[in-house]
């Protein structure tokens, strides 16, 4: 038996898999990050320790397992979150989780065309290397991601993956490696760094008080993991370039494997290393998922499965009306902190439905916007897989296949990053030889959505009044 855990922002998840990597039981424990000011988010990684034993123990007891039968832990989970920790590898306060904003000022004046070209980063707050900055570069003995941070809790080893470093603002993707300008730059010394290897590399065995921590006996194999950007694309099967993933949750997350390098000179999207090798061109994300939830709360639907319903009422192009999915800043077709979400097109002959299929379609013209990028920088992208929550959707399915005039795979299993921790660990021991075989495995069983010519050359239409509505409005966002 092997196990994967996904350490989200709002739960912690395990899941117990077979020789086959097929989920034989899994468990969650829910917990919530802290906004102590505007700007500001947190979360004491205190409850991702204490979510361990019980999400893991839930795991194995609905796959009618005992500890003793699980051969290796994977652990994916959130990106771009910082933890300070002291010599002993303990916490010194909480981890600066990925929407936390408060270091804007630690990239000003930094050379961005400079960085992005080394590190196929922008230059942004989000990343961990801002963080540290915020919160000097002396003040820890390290500084963890939430992944590493919970492995060198487990284990004592202070290492994180490709994957994870390549978000930190302080790695050049060519030398796979940290950058000493990028040190230098930020005032962080390579010391108080996790050490880089392998997503499927061994990072040590569980020891006393990691096993009483995660309640799997000591001496159980921990793979070294990776961000769940990553562990996502990987548990639906994405292992090689040709594939894109579109994960929709709150927020939502599109991006596509590469073989090579890709450095977007107009920063619609990073590029990070990925798992065997690889590199993972992507968009961070949107209020997509978080729209939804908006929608319902300001029109009346009592779910998404109701503005479904209302929305495959109305025609493709929503009768005119077009929706900017701008709720929390612009991320596509541009990345504009301060730009605002807008409806354009209402008429006393719209009803709610044309305005909950705008809401749908300006999420997928968004992901049009990347997925055309991708394209744009030589990357292939011969189809897109939905993950997560909004993937049940069948409409929001066909709309995305017909916006983008590319086939659409839903997989049986949506809910993908703890599988992908799990695959990580059944290669780190020894189960699978590469990831590219156990992906293989994972991508078996998908529901392909094809796109619908007549109604694609609609949305071309749709699709233009989306891109000229953003023009016209960008005057605005920088308005007082």
């Known amino acids: ?43 004491e990684p205190a409850l991702w320790e204490a979510a361990l034993a019980p999400a893991i123990a839930g795991a194995l007891a609905a796959a009618n397992a005992a500890p003793a039968d699980v051969a290796a832990l994977g652990i994916a989970g959130q990106l771009d979150g910082c933890v300070p920790v002291d010599a002993a590898g303990a916490a010194l ?15 000003a004046g930094l050379p961005v065309d400079a960085l992005r070209r080394s590190t196929g980063l922008v230059a942004d707050a989000s990343h961990m290397a801002a963080k540290i900055r915020w919160l000097g570069p002396d003040r820890a003995a390290r500084f963890h991601q939430p992944v590493s941070y919970v492995v060198a809790r487990l284990t004592g080893e202070h290492v994180m993956d490709h ?8 790695y050049d993707l060519a030398a796979r490696d940290y950058d000493d300008r990028w040190l230098a730059a930020f005032g962080i010394d390579r010391a108080r760094l996790p050490r880089i290897a392998e997503a499927t590399d061994v990072a040590g065995a569980l020891h006393a008080e990691g096993a009483a921590l995660c309640g799997l006996p000591a001496g159980t194999l921990v793979a070294v993991g990776t961000g769940d950007d990553f562990a996502t694309p990987l548990g639906a099967g994405i292992a090689a370039p040709g594939a894109a993933a579109c994960v929709l949750g709150t927020a939502e997350v599109v991006g596509a494997v590469s073989a090579g390098v890709a450095i977007d000179a107009g920063a619609l999207v990073e590029t990070h290393a990925y798992v065997g090798g690889l590199y993972f061109v992507e968009n961070p994300g949107w209020l997509a998922g ?19 319903a209302a929305a495959n009422t109305a025609p493709a192009g929503a009768g005119g009306v077009t ?27 719209h009803g709610r439905e044309h305005v909950a299929r705008a809401v749908l379609e300006g999420c997928a013209f968004a992901m049009r916007d990347v997925i055309d990028r991708v394209r744009e920088l030589g990357v292939d992208v011969g189809a897109i897989r939905l993950l997560g929550g909004g993937a049940r959707s069948e409409l929001w399915a066909q709309i995305r296949a017909d916006v983008a005039r590319t086939p659409v795979a839903v997989p049986a299993r949506v809910d993908t990053c703890a599988l992908g921790a799990a695959a990580i660990a059944s290669v780190a021991a020894g189960r699978w030889p590469t990831v590219a075989a156990a992906a293989a495995r994972l991508s078996a069983g998908a529901r392909s959505v094809e796109p619908d010519p007549a109604r694609a050359d609609r949305y071309d239409e749709a699709y233009a009044r989306y891109r000229a509505l953003f023009a016209a409005l960008r005057p605005l966002f920088s308005a007082p």
Do not use: N
Request: hydrophobic fraction near 50%.
């Open 93 to 107: 306060g909480p981890c600066l989780i990925w929407c936390d904003r408060r270091a804007v000022d630690a990239v």
């Open 1 to 43: 038996m092997i196990v994967g855990v996904d350490i989200g922002t709002q739960s912690l998840k395990a899941v117990a898999v077979d020789r086959d990597l097929r989920v034989a039981g899994e468990a969650s424990v829910a917990y919530a990050p802290h906004y102590p000011r505007p700007g500001w988010a947190e979360q």
């Open 290 to 308: 978080g729209a939804i939830e908006w929608l319902c709360g300001v029109a009346g639907f009592a779910d998404a499965a109701a503005v479904d």
């Open 163 to 170: 994957g994870h470093a390549s978000t930190t603002m302080l």
């Open 323 to 349: 929706f900017v999915p701008a709720l929390s800043g612009a991320m596509a077709p541009e990345w504009i902190a301060t730009a605002r979400a807008c409806l354009y097109g209402l008429t006393a002959a």
